[in-house]
């Protein structure tokens, strides 16, 4: 306890000495590192590589908790070490394509540039659910058509790289703009459909397709581009069939088939609102109606 208390009186007694040999210059210094180290944030989030940070941060955390200092693990301290050691060219090769992305922005990047930050979470709330209940009623509406639809809801993982590959659209949701965006006339209407947010962020996107051999025959590239989604992101996946009509959607690696309109309301509201049975049952019950444009 006295040990404690010694190294916490050190560290204020630091800490204070560094207070007061501060300047002007040093403090642009950190606001400049940490504007850095936020727009590296920025780009990274906007890919699958957070995850690679994630797993970084992780050995990092490891390599200091097996330190001398701490729990003294000097068989795991040397590993961690080492991977440490070669760590700056697994670094470059790791993330090249997102450093390449970054060098491309530098010249292109407006400094009144400021992040937006959201609404309070009751608005952010309702609006989700708007979201929702509009990508049911454009499902109900497609479905009736038999026009195939890809819609895929970007949640934790940041899908960048799949919204490179289709056009950005940055709309307000509605059930007539998703409709349009999928008519068999539209250039976008063959690729997928990127929300982000509770904005439609891009359409005409290419996903992965899946690898898994045991998919059914009868299901089309649609529903393996689905599946191959669900693979490599926790993304929810909206699926319509062209052929019969049916609604799917893919999540963590599993197609659930053949959904009414409520159960996709339902499980929509379970995943990206976190309702719970009771809370979805309790919601007020809503009609989807069809849209009034369908084909005769």
Aim: with cysteine; proline share 2%; charged share 20%.
């Amino acid at each position: 306890m006295v040990e404690l208390q010694t190294m916490l009186s050190n560290l204020i007694a630091n800490f204070n000495s560094i207070l007061k040999t501060i300047k002007l210059k040093d403090i642009i210094d950190i606001l400049v590192i940490a504007y850095l180290l936020f727009q590296a944030f920025k780009l990274v989030r906007e890919t699958r590589a957070m995850q690679l940070v994630k797993g970084i941060m992780a050995i990092l955390l490891l390599y200091f908790i097996s330190s001398p200092s701490l729990l003294n693990m000097i068989a795991l301290h040397f590993v961690i070490q080492n991977i440490l050691a070669v760590g700056l060219i697994a670094f470059v090769v790791l993330f090249q394509p997102e450093m390449r992305r970054a060098l491309e922005h530098v010249g292109r990047t407006k400094l009144g540039d400021l992040a937006h930050f959201g609404d309070s979470s009751e608005q952010a709330r309702a609006e989700q659910e708007r979201m929702v209940t509009v990508v049911c009623e454009a499902a109900s509406v497609l479905s009736s058509q038999k026009t195939g639809a890809l819609m895929v809801i970007e949640r934790q993982t940041r899908l960048g790289e799949i919204i490179n590959t289709g056009t950005v659209v940055d709309a307000y949701p509605s059930t007539e703009l998703i409709c349009n965006l999928f008519f068999i006339n539209s250039p976008l209407h063959d690729g997928a459909m990127v929300f982000r947010g509770t904005r439609i962020y891009a359409a005409g996107c290419f996903l992965p397709l899946s690898n898994n051999m045991e998919i059914s025959r009868e299901l089309g590239t649609r529903h393996r581009a689905a599946l191959g989604m669900s693979e490599v992101s926790d993304a929810v996946i909206v699926v319509v069939s062209e052929e019969t009509g049916a609604i799917s959607v893919a999540l963590e690696s599993k197609l659930q088939r053949k959904l009414s309109v409520k159960n996709l309301d339902r499980l929509l509201r379970a995943k990206l609102l976190g309702n719970t049975a009771e809370e979805a049952a309790a919601q007020p019950k809503k009609r989807f109606p069809f849209w009034k444009g369908k084909s005769k």
